[in-house]
């Protein structure tokens, strides 16, 4: 390999590297900004599990882990 395949290889692969963090940064103020703007919950309810297994006031699709079950009176999200 001469050094100005290194180098180029060494440049594609850096280029590719930022591009991928830039993306990652723009995705996710895309998401948090849709969230926040049509179904993001109210900011006094918290994310919980319902009697029947699914998960309430979470727009997200990863879910927390060990979340409480929901108290009977809470109201779900749609």
């Known amino acids: 390999m001469t050094l100005a395949e290194f180098a180029k ?9 930022v591009a991928g963090l830039l993306s990652t940064v723009y995705v996710d103020r895309q998401f948090a900004a849709g969230a926040a703007r049509s179904d993001a919950p109210p900011a006094s309810t918290a994310a919980c599990v319902s009697a029947d297994g699914g998960w309430k006031n979470w727009p997200w699709p990863n879910v927390p882990a060990l979340s409480p079950k929901c108290r009977e009176d809470a109201r779900p999200h749609s």
Do not use: K
Not at 9 to 17: D, E, H, N, P
């Open 9 to 17: 290889g060494s440049a594609t692969f850096l280029v590719v590297i």
